[in-house]
């Protein structure tokens, strides 16, 4: 799919070498995009499990209050 379209193969086909890299880089910045944002899923899942950590072993914790 393509701006909402769904292409055959035929028409596909039929788009300039400069159109078909073209849907090729966008298909790899997509992937790319999807994979950054579960990364960053990933990252921030493990951050707060070091902030627990580091709460659980008595760390001090002040509450600012603009965030309380």
């Known amino acids: ?3 909402g ?3 055959t193969q035929a028409e ?3 788009l300039s070498d400069e159109q078909k ?3 090729q880089h966008r298909d790899d910045l997509l992937n790319k ?3 950054a ?8 899942f493990g951050l707060k499990a070091f902030d627990d ?3 659980e072993s ?3 914790v002040v509450e600012d209050e603009a965030t309380s």
Do not use: A, P
């Open 5 to 7: 379209k769904e292409y």
């Open 12 to 14: 596909l086909d039929k």
């Open 1 to 3: 799919e393509l701006f």
């Open 37 to 44: 944002e579960f990364n960053l899923i990933q990252l921030r």
């Open 21 to 23: 890299g073209m849907i």
């Open 58 to 60: 008595g760390i001090e």
């Open 33 to 35: 995009i999807n994979r």
């Open 53 to 55: 950590g580091l709460v």
